[in-house]
């Protein structure tokens, strides 16, 4: 079998939190079409990734059991055998294992493999296929663990943060400038930073945003996993699935990332958000209207605010509101500051407290 130049892996769990109501436990954000475009945020990562794969058959997912139908159900044309379901949620470091295991039985432990979450929205299709290109390129000259590092827009305190060092070399070409895209040592990993901070990484212009997207030989991090999370490895190596169970709950970042000596960067833009949560898509559809209305909306000295609504029937009246987020979801209606989005988890452990609304969450 030979082996393609990049093998994307789909990292698509989730607990459905931070787009609620729209997004629930068993439906969360990656199965919806948050931008009116009728893609789910999976189905638009896969067909983007179909750009650096070979087709369909190298194209790998890893869901939870809760939503393996929902993946099926979208993705049609991927392969059976190239889902993997984990039977319980241990974050990404356990599924960044198993996936390079099983595409090293595949393909051999010198397969390049990228893995990438499930529910980001990019913008510049051809800048994002020529910088996996680079990074694959990079991976296969040397040991290397790369990572996407995003040219911070502002100073985000949302975001972890990658200080790259030593600059290596050039790899691949930038569409645009025909320039190849320089790598970094990567300096250190930082998680979010307060405002001050963030501030202070950008006036450096040595930090990127941390994307949450790698791209290495399977080989090379299996390796670098062995030395660096043996207790998550050496189970799944040894037991496969049945292994789940019992290794940590690690990111991928605390587990290997912010350890290893073979970390890289790439720092680039091509359009990118991680969407985070409602202001995602306030960002997204900003226009010169006074709000963004994924909905029919009424408004009376309305502004700076989201309207959204799944009924195309309903109707939404506001008056006097700014900065406010308005979400209306069957029977429930999320009205929220856009300063307070990240306190919709508070509210959704103040539900799960209280059995008549079980079916909410």
């Known amino acids: 079998m030979s082996t393609p130049s990049l093998i994307p892996v789909i990292l698509a769990g989730g607990k459905g939190e931070r787009f609620w109501p729209l997004s629930r436990k068993a439906r969360p954000k990656q199965f919806l079409s948050l931008d009116g475009s009728g893609d789910s945020l999976l189905q638009a990562t896969a067909k983007r990734l179909l750009g650096v794969a070979t087709g369909w058959q190298d194209i790998w997912v890893i869901t939870g059991v809760h939503l393996a139908d929902q993946v099926r159900e979208q993705?049609?044309?991927?392969?059976?055998?190239?889902?993997?379901?984990?039977?319980?949620?241990r974050d990404t470091a356990p599924a960044v294992a198993w996936g390079a295991l099983e595409i090293a039985k595949r393909y051999g432990r010198d397969a390049v493999l990228g893995?990438?979450?499930?529910d980001h929205w990019i913008a510049e299709v051809e800048t994002f296929h020529a910088v996996l290109n680079a990074a694959a390129a990079l991976a296969r000259s040397q040991p290397a663990i790369v990572t996407l590092g995003i040219t911070p827009a502002f100073p985000s305190t949302g975001y972890g943060y990658i200080q790259q060092g030593e600059a290596i070399a050039q790899f691949g070409t930038h569409p645009q400038t025909h320039q190849g895209f320089p790598a970094y040592k990567v300096d250190r990993f930082t998680e979010k930073p307060d405002r001050a901070t963030a501030e202070e990484f950008l006036?450096?212009?040595?930090?990127?945003?941390?994307?949450?997207?790698f791209v290495f030989r399977a080989g090379v991090a299996l390796d670098e996993l062995l030395v660096y999370a043996p207790e998550i490895l050496a189970p799944l190596e040894e037991k496969g699935i049945a292994a789940y169970s019992e290794v940590p709950k690690k990111s991928i970042d605390y587990a290997l990332m912010e350890k290893t000596q073979q970390a890289y960067v790439l720092p680039v833009e091509f359009g990118w958000d991680d969407l985070g949560d409602w202001n995602a898509i306030d960002r997204l559809l900003q226009s010169d209207k006074p709000n963004v209305e994924i909905a029919q909306h009424v408004g009376l000295d309305t502004h700076g605010s989201l309207l959204y609504s799944t009924n195309a029937n309903d109707v939404i009246v506001t008056i006097g509101l700014e900065d406010t987020v308005v979400v209306r979801e069957g029977n429930v209606t999320l009205i929220v500051k856009k300063d307070r989005t990240q306190d919709i988890k508070q509210i959704l452990k103040v539900l799960q407290d209280d059995p008549k609304f079980s079916d909410l969450l």
């Open 75 to 89: 993705l049609p044309e991927l392969p059976a055998a190239n889902l993997l379901v984990e039977p319980e949620g």
């Open 115 to 118: 893995f990438f979450p499930a």
């Open 203 to 213: 006036a450096t212009g040595t930090f990127s945003w941390n994307s949450g997207m």
